[in-house]
Nanobody, 115 residues
Framework: QVQLVESGGGLVQAGGSLRLSCAVS????????IGWYRQPPGKQRELVGA???????SYADSVKGRFTISRDLTKNTVYLQMNSLKPDDTAVYYC?????????WGQGTQVTVSS
């Protein structure tokens, strides 16, 4: 019903920046929020931040001040702007759509931050 496609991952140096995109399609009239998650190698998936239907955002403490979530409603796309990247930010990044009673996940995009 809802499809998500992440893009924009890659290899960057510590201190650099990267912008991820999450393209949303399908039945989105009941969409409540889009969340960004990441899964570092060998670790559990964790919440990075989210943007609600009214545009409000929230972030994990580990990325506050460095990451920004935004949206372009004309393109049905949510962005994750990542600045001042650290090696600990290395992970597969996923977006998740939340509707009434359902969650939908994208396939993920790899972000690698070198020292």
């Amino acid at each position: 019903q809802v499809q998500l496609v992440e893009s924009g991952g890659g290899l960057v140096q510590a201190g650099g920046s990267l912008r991820l995109s999450c393209a949303v399609s399908g039945s989105t009239l009941s969409l409540y929020a889009i969340g960004w998650y990441r899964q570092p190698p060998g670790k559990q998936r964790e919440l990075v931040g989210a943007i609600s239907s009214d545009g409000s955002t929230s972030y994990a403490d580990s990325v506050k001040g460095r990451f920004t979530i935004s949206r372009d409603l004309t393109k049905n796309t949510v962005y994750l702007q990542m600045n001042s990247l650290k090696p600990d930010d290395t992970a597969v990044y996923y977006c998740k759509a939340v509707t009434r009673g359902r969650h939908y996940w994208g396939q993920g995009t790899q972000v690698t931050v070198s020292s």
